[in-house]
């Protein structure tokens, strides 16, 4: 019953604070289940944040079901969802009603304007945290991973031939799944 406490506060806390969306949750995920708990090691963090990505929904809440899944079975996704979509739901109802209150008022916009740099700020450091795990092996850098990369990199910032993200994750996973078969 423990486990199940601790599951449903880490992920309201992650919930509750991960303001712009998943790639900003994803730090506070990581402190939880990584650094915090010891749920997760690095590895199946990083392995968690590409399953998470892949799977249809959003990287939150994907984590939160994966980790409760996990660490506690069924009773750890239901609270663990949950504990993530709550304070979301509380914070949106209140805000809503603010909003159409005061939408006009010059205080509101200016906090909004404050607000935005940290949160984008807060994507940066998830990306760089996510990339430098991509590219090691925790021994040396994995040549293979930094190629593949460079060409989502190019290929996602090329206005001429547009790949969308659907089509790279697929080309990733079969170059992915090319290199298991020559290396195996």
Do not use: C
């Not at 963090?45 to 799977?55: Q, S």
């Not at 409760?68 to 109802?93: D, H, Q, R």
């Not at 159409?100 to 906090?111: A, I």
């Amino acid at each position: 019953m423990n486990l199940l406490f601790d599951l449903f506060i880490s992920f309201f806390q992650v919930g509750l604070f991960s303001i712009g969306g998943g790639y900003a949750a994803m730090p506070l995920i990581q402190a939880q289940t990584v650094d915090i708990h010891s749920w997760l090691t690095a590895v199946e963090f990083a392995n968690l944040v590409t399953i998470a990505e892949m799977t249809p929904g959003p990287i939150a809440i994907n984590s939160a079901t994966f980790v409760g899944m996990k660490v506690a079975g069924i009773p750890g996704v239901v609270v663990a969802t949950l504990g993530n979509i709550l304070p979301s739901v509380i914070i949106m109802l209140i805000l809503a009603r603010l909003y159409e209150k005061y939408s006009k008022q010059t205080l509101l916009k200016r906090v909004l304007e404050g607000v935005r740099p940290v949160v984008v700020s807060a994507i940066f450091v998830a990306g760089i945290s996510l990339l430098q795990l991509a590219l090691s092996s925790f021994t040396a850098p994995d040549l293979f991973a930094a190629g593949i990369f460079l060409v989502a990199f190019i290929a996602m910032n090329n206005k001429k031939v547009p790949l969308g993200p659907i089509i790279l994750l697929i080309l990733g996973a079969l170059a992915g799944i090319g290199r298991y078969l020559i290396l195996r």
